[in-house]
């Protein structure tokens, strides 16, 4: 079992920036690849990003590519969501899990944290 802990979120204005982690302890962070996840009140969990095991390959949702980044140091098991140019529709909890593959389906991935808020004003 792998525990995982977000932090990074806040309020922030539209076109702003923030940079999530994601801390794992627990069994060996760097056998998994990392996804983000994130969901708005009254809608489903949707894919963001996820990144290799090895950190070598990546895929992003649309809504995000070129302004969001993911990436991670297996040394420090943190996984990192860097997201600039943020829009109101980013706004959301922002989940980390961890899963086998570069899936995109919330129900490939196993271990979650618990999230963090992530709110951006226009």
């Known amino acids: 079992q792998v525990h995982l802990a977000e932090s990074g979120g806040g309020l922030v204005q539209a076109g702003g920036s923030l940079r999530l982690s994601c801390a794992a302890t627990g069994r060996t962070f760097s056998n998994y690849a990392m996804g983000w996840f994130r969901q708005a009140p009254g809608k489903e969990r949707d894919f963001v990003s996820v990144i290799s095991a090895t950190g070598l390959s990546t895929r992003y949702a649309d809504s995000v590519k070129g302004r969001f980044t993911i990436s991670r140091d297996n040394a420090k098991n943190t996984v990192y969501l860097q997201m600039n140019n943020l829009k109101p529709e980013d706004t959301a909890v922002y989940y980390c899990?961890?899963?086998?593959?570069?899936?995109?389906?919330?129900?490939?991935?196993?271990?979650w944290g618990q999230g963090t808020q992530v709110t951006v004003s226009s």
């Open positions: 899990a961890t899963g086998p593959i570069l899936a995109v389906l919330p129900a490939t991935y196993s271990s």
